[in-house]
């Protein structure tokens, strides 16, 4: 048996659990600060951790500092710990893997990208995650959790372009929701893909990443699983900006990550219009209509 914990309660962490129970081999333990979130025996943190060899953290980027602080002292010195949120910590914009290392520098982590929906997981329909680790015991480690469930995992050395690939995609789904929101017809949606595309290619590689990430599961493919779903928080965030020129009731990790990765783009603004265009919709509160309008007859 395998001990696993999952840290954070919602609706990947329980996504997760219902993936990871379809292996026998795991045994599972769950933690969330709120208890009635936890539909297993809601066990205080240390008892969650201490014993984990596989530790993933399904807590969302504005928490996991706070998160890994907490539980810090209570973890193996042989635990691996497993990342699946795709944001930049607020305090000093960091990547998720730039966090983990900084605040468990003697644990080997890993980050698992690529689409991962959690209602479809909850439906028991199978997906492929994109598993990212420095360490090949790691990849093997991991990958063994998921044998025998509808979660199938890819692996890549390439951490760095992972962490910014899942940074980009939410930022460029929250454009795909305006579009919805905007009535685009699939042809339209598809032009703008390809130029979010294109941009994302160029800021996982003036970040550190491979350009062939972006054009991974952890990049496109997890775009377009997000930016035309209907459970996307991304989505949702964006075409109702679109509607009403507000969103008040959602809190999403693309929406988190925009104003922080505005904060670290050192290029002009002509290198990324698609990216500057949401920075005017969502941040600056300017015509949806009026800006996307603009922006494809300047690029077409």
């Not at 003697?106 to 929906?117: E, F, K, N, S, V």
């Not at 775009?223 to 959602?250: D, K, M, P």
Request: aromatic share 8%; charged share 20%.
């Amino acid at each position: 048996m395998t001990h696993v914990a999952i840290i954070g309660a919602g609706a990947i962490g329980q996504a997760l659990a219902h993936i990871l129970d379809g292996n026998k081999e795991n045994r599972l333990a769950m933690f969330d600060k709120d208890a009635t979130k936890v539909t297993r025996a809601a066990l205080p943190l240390q008892e969650v951790v201490r014993d984990a060899e596989v530790i993933f953290m399904c807590v969302p980027s504005w928490a996991m500092r706070d998160a890994l602080v907490e539980m810090k002292a209570y973890v193996k010195k042989d635990a691996i710990v497993v990342s699946l949120a795709k944001g930049l910590e607020g305090m000093h914009k960091k990547t998720m893997d730039q966090l983990l290392t900084e605040c468990l520098p003697l644990h080997r982590i890993a980050l698992l990208g690529g689409p991962m929906l959690a209602a479809e997981f909850m439906e028991d329909l199978p997906g492929v995650g994109y598993l990212a680790t420095k360490h090949s015991e790691v990849a093997k480690r991991v990958s063994d959790l998921f044998a025998g469930t509808i979660l199938s995992l890819e692996t890549t050395q390439d951490v760095r372009g992972v962490a910014l690939s899942g940074v980009l995609k939410n930022i460029y789904a929250l454009g795909l929701g305006i579009a919805q929101g905007l009535s685009w017809g699939n042809n339209q949606k598809g032009w703008y893909l390809t130029a979010a595309l294109g941009e994302m290619v160029a800021m996982v590689e003036q970040f550190g990443g491979k350009r062939e990430t972006a054009y991974s599961l952890a990049g496109i493919g997890d775009l377009v699983a997000t930016g035309f779903s209907e459970y996307s928080h991304n989505s949702q965030f964006g075409e109702e900006i679109a509607r009403t020129g507000v969103c008040r009731h959602r809190q999403s990790e693309g929406y988190e990550s925009l104003p922080l990765l505005l904060g670290l783009l050192k290029e002009e603004r002509s290198a990324f219009p698609v990216f500057f265009a949401l920075e005017e919709i969502i941040l600056n509160g300017k015509d949806a209509n009026e800006i996307f309008t603009k922006l494809i007859r300047r690029l077409v």
